[in-house]
């Protein structure tokens, strides 16, 4: 019988399709990483503002409390974001002709509000509420991160399912004394987890039903 192709391309062919099912294995393993990857859930990338206003001089810096800006974080369910008149409660005073500013001198002139990108966001299927976990001692800094270091805000954490559910499922070691909840490095007392075993029976922290579905989705 004529031979048609050469002995050797049964080789040829045997590593032809060894290699593509190693490339599709690739793929999708470099496909999954990527998913879960920082790149993806957008932790530590910050969008452009309209001002860039900065958490580590006002916050860090200044010292200026957090409700100050996000006044409904303690009785609503969103934080909110500040008003242009809040920020000139101090900027018709302070640097009161810098380039950067500009936009916020306009926003007041016109009476249309600054139009700051979201940084955090969950789909509408999700039901969240900042005044709730602040109550029950669970920190800005815990979900947060470091905002006093962050000349641009940015993501501290992926804000998934799985993220929520890690604290759901095992609340008692993110907790801290609600009156500390807005202090940026806490540091830990020694009896921390006496405090912490307490805080769960004290604040009523239900932990049976905490990873019920229709907690966040109502
Ligand atoms: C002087 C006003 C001011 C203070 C004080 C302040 N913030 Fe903000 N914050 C802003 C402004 C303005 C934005 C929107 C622009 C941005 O994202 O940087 C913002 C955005 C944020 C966001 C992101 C919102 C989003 O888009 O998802 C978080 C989180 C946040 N602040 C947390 C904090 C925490 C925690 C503190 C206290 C430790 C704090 N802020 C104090 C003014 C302030
Ligand atoms: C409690 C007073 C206070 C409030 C409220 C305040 N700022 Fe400032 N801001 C300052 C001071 C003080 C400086 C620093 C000026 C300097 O460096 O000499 C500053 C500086 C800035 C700068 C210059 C860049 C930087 O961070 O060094 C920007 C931009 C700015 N603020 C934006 C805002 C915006 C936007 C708001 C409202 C969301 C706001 N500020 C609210 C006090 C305030
Ligand atoms: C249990 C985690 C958690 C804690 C604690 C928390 N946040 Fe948030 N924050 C979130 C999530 C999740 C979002 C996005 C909410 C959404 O998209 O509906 C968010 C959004 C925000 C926003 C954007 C505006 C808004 O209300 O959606 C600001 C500002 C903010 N947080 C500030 C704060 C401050 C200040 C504190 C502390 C006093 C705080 N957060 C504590 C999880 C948390
Ligand atoms: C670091 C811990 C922590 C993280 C992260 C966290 N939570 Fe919570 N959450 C708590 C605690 C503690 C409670 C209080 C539970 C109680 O009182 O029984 C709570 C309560 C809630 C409640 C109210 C439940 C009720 O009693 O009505 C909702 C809704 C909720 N969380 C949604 C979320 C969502 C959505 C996320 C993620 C975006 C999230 N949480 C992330 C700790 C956390
Ligand atoms: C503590 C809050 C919380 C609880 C409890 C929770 N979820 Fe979710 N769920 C979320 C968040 C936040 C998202 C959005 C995730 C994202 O955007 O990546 C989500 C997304 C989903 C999605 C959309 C697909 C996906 O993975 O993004 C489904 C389906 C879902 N949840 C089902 C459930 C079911 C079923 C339960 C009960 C076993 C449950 N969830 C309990 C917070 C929660």
């Known amino acids: 019988m004529p031979q048609i192709f050469h002995r050797s391309a049964n080789g040829i062919a045997r590593f032809v399709l060894w290699g593509a099912q190693v490339a599709f294995l690739l793929v999708i393993l470099v496909w999954t990483g990527l998913v879960r990857s920082e790149f993806f859930t957008e932790v530590a990338r910050a969008p452009r503002q ?10 860090g810096e200044l010292g ?25 409660t101090c900027h018709s005073q302070i640097w009161t002709n810098a380039d950067m500013l500009a936009p916020v001198r306009e926003s007041l002139a016109s009476g249309e509000p600054l139009r700051w990108q979201r ?8 039901y969240f509420n900042h005044a709730i976990h602040i109550h029950k001692g669970v920190a800005c800094e ?34 801290r ?27 009523g922290i239900d932990t049976a039903t905490m990873t019920d579905c229709y907690v966040c989705h109502r």
């Open 64 to 88: 200026i409390d957090c409700r100050y800006c996000h006044g409904g974080v303690e009785t609503s369910a969103s934080a909110g974001l500040p008003a242009t008149e809040v920020c000139m």
């Open 50 to 59: 309209p001002v860039p206003f900065s958490h580590r001089h006002h916050v």
């Open 119 to 126: 940084v955090h966001g969950l789909p509408d299927f999700v």
């Open 142 to 175: 815990t979900c947060h991160g470091d905002v006093d270091d962050m000349p641009l805000m940015m993501r501290a954490h992926s804000l998934t399912m799985g993220w929520c559910l890690s604290c759901h499922r095992d609340p008692e070691p993110n907790l």
């Open 177 to 203: 004394p609600p009156a500390e909840v807005f202090a940026m490095h806490w540091k830990p007392p020694e009896d921390i987890e006496r405090v912490r075993k307490s805080l769960i029976d004290v604040l």
